[in-house]
């Protein structure tokens, strides 16, 4: 899947600068064309002409150097690429990628470029796990930036840990993989396939002011919601209490309670092929719902609740030929609670999280979650952009529902 491809390989300042001349020959190797951008520190550990030599293409260090008249370097390095790898990735141009810094040919072009990007990180284990560069590579993966993760070993520095930058080998392979993948996903697998998304937090009214409601923010569903139809479905989004903008383009129905989301989700449940119940429902609601405001009159209010509708396993006992999929916030025993969960609710697919990981739950942009079916887990994705979990998770269904019809 290398042949063709344009790769723009940035190389940084750090000693597993050396792993660079290999990957560059592997990629090359493979049918890619690679152009080489270095940053001044990057020289002091390989030069400009290995990487020239092996690339087969002129070397950019200087921002200000500009080898062909006719163009801007940084510009159109920015627009030729098809995927930028920045290998290793040091703790600096992270934190100038995060920060928008762009004070040299490396970091100019990686904020000038439109490009899918990868990063490759490779530093001290304390480096690595320092605060500033954990907050740093969070922002990187919420802007969709594909990490990958460094190895755990000795590192150069005589310490033994996590910082070492992934070896060239696996490297091509994490580059052969993506576009692999892109060529599946413009195949659009779930092409012809309906479904059904619900999304956010649903609203229990106390009085006309009050209400039980959660953390949930409509981020995880949304993004579903994108995935499924840039995978070819047609796409219908159930959504309650939200604080994310919605998808556009995407016919949009709007609940507030738990009762309205189970009657939208029952209204088009016949006709879905695949429905995932992302939104965070309310287990209960106030028995009963003053007409007015309830006004303070003592120092205690006993508020009784009842139990709601379980929308997810109402629908398991209902499906037909329905793929149904649940979600599971959890706080304890993921997999324990997951799997127990999958079971009660007759799902195909459970995705569980524990929202109190740091990257991971209620508002953020990030997750982190485990999928598991009836015979346990089958993926486990590290943090990662809600855009990528979404899109792993309706490929994961995709080709489970593949070849079947309605």
Same mark, same amino acid.
């Given at each position: 899947?290398?042949?063709?491809?344009?790769?723009?390989?940035?190389?940084?300042?750090?000693?597993?600068?050396?792993?660079?001349?290999?990957?560059?020959?592997?990629?090359?190797?493979?049918?890619?064309?690679?152009?080489?951008? !270095?940053?001044?520190?990057?020289?002091?550990?390989?030069?400009?002409?290995?990487?020239?030599?092996?690339?087969?293409?002129?070397? +950019?260090?200087?921002?200000?150097?500009?080898?062909?008249?006719?163009?801007?370097?940084?510009?159109?390095?920015?627009?030729?690429?098809?995927?930028?790898?920045?290998?290793?990735?040091?703790?600096?141009?992270?934190?100038?990628?995060?920060?928008?810094?762009?004070?040299? !040919?490396?970091?100019?072009?990686?904020?000038?470029?439109?490009? =899918?990007?990868?990063?490759?990180? %490779?530093?001290?284990?304390?480096? +690595?796990?320092?605060?500033?560069?954990?907050?740093?590579?969070?922002?990187?993966?919420?802007?969709?930036? !594909?990490?990958?993760?460094?190895?755990? &070993?000795?590192?150069?520095?005589?310490?033994?840990?996590?910082?070492?930058?992934?070896? /060239?080998?696996?490297?091509?392979?994490?580059?052969?993989?993506?576009?692999?993948?892109?060529?599946?996903?413009?195949?659009?697998?779930?092409?012809?396939?309906?479904?059904?998304?619900? *999304?956010?937090?649903?609203?229990?009214?106390?009085?006309?002011?009050?209400?039980?409601?959660?953390?949930?923010?409509?981020?995880?569903?949304?993004?579903?919601?994108?995935?499924?139809?840039?995978?070819?479905?047609?796409?219908?989004?159930? %959504?309650?209490?939200?604080?994310?903008?919605? /998808?556009?383009?995407? /016919?949009?129905?709007?609940?507030?309670?738990?009762?309205?989301?189970?009657?939208?989700?029952?209204?088009?449940?016949?006709? $879905?092929?695949? !429905?995932?119940?992302? %939104?965070?429902?309310?287990? +209960?609601?106030?028995?009963?719902?003053?007409?007015?405001?309830?006004?303070?009159?003592?120092?205690?209010?006993?508020?009784?609740?009842?139990?709601?509708?379980?929308?997810?396993?109402?629908?398991?006992?209902?499906?037909?030929?329905? +793929?149904?999929?649940?979600?599971? *916030?959890? $706080?304890?025993?993921?997999?324990?609670? %997951?799997?127990?969960?999958?079971?009660?609710?007759?799902?195909?697919?459970?995705?569980?999280?524990?929202?109190?990981?740091?990257?991971?739950?209620? &508002?953020?942009?990030?997750?982190?979650?485990?999928?598991?079916?009836?015979?346990?887990?089958?993926?486990?994705? =590290?943090?990662?952009?809600?855009?990528?979990?979404?899109?792993?998770?309706?490929?994961?269904?995709?080709?489970?529902?593949?070849?079947?019809?309605?």
């Amino acid at each position: 899947m290398l042949t063709g491809k344009k790769i723009l390989l940035g190389v940084t300042g750090g000693i597993a600068a050396f792993k660079a001349a290999s990957l560059c020959s592997k990629l090359v190797k493979e049918g890619a064309e690679v152009k080489v951008i !270095m940053t001044q520190s990057a020289t002091q550990f390989i030069t400009e002409l290995t990487l020239q030599a092996l690339s087969k293409n002129v070397v +950019y260090t200087d921002t200000f150097d500009e080898k062909h008249a006719n163009s801007i370097a940084h510009i159109s390095l920015a627009d030729w690429a098809d995927l930028v790898l920045v290998a290793p990735a040091t703790a600096n141009i992270i934190g100038k990628m995060a920060a928008g810094i762009a004070d040299d !040919m490396l970091s100019t072009t990686l904020l000038a470029t439109q490009a =899918p990007i990868m990063v490759a990180p %490779a530093m001290n284990v304390h480096m +690595y796990e320092h605060p500033a560069v954990r907050r740093n590579l969070a922002e990187l993966v919420s802007r969709g930036v !594909m990490m990958i993760e460094p190895g755990e &070993g000795l590192l150069a520095c005589g310490y033994t840990g996590k910082g070492r930058m992934e070896e /060239p080998e696996t490297l091509v392979r994490v580059v052969d993989e993506y576009f692999n993948r892109e060529a599946a996903l413009d195949k659009e697998p779930l092409s012809g396939k309906r479904v059904a998304i619900t *999304a956010g937090g649903t609203v229990e009214r106390i009085d006309p002011v009050r209400y039980i409601t959660n953390d949930s923010s409509g981020k995880m569903g949304f993004a579903l919601a994108r995935a499924a139809k840039r995978l070819g479905a047609q796409v219908t989004l159930i %959504a309650g209490n939200t604080q994310a903008e919605p /998808p556009a383009g995407i /016919p949009l129905i709007r609940v507030s309670s738990a009762q309205e989301m189970y009657e939208a989700v029952q209204a088009v449940w016949a006709d $879905t092929d695949i !429905m995932v119940k992302a %939104a965070a429902v309310a287990d +209960y609601r106030p028995k009963e719902t003053a007409a007015q405001k309830i006004k303070k009159t003592g120092d205690s209010l006993v508020l009784e609740l009842v139990k709601n509708i379980d929308i997810l396993e109402t629908l398991g006992k209902l499906k037909t030929s329905q +793929y149904l999929i649940g979600f599971a *916030a959890e $706080t304890e025993n993921v997999e324990q609670h %997951a799997m127990d969960k999958l079971k009660r609710k007759n799902c195909d697919l459970l995705v569980a999280n524990d929202v109190t990981a740091q990257g991971a739950g209620f &508002g953020t942009d990030t997750n982190i979650v485990n999928i598991y079916d009836a015979s346990g887990l089958v993926q486990s994705l =590290p943090r990662m952009a809600k855009e990528e979990v979404a899109l792993r998770i309706m490929e994961l269904a995709a080709s489970k529902v593949a070849g079947t019809s309605r």
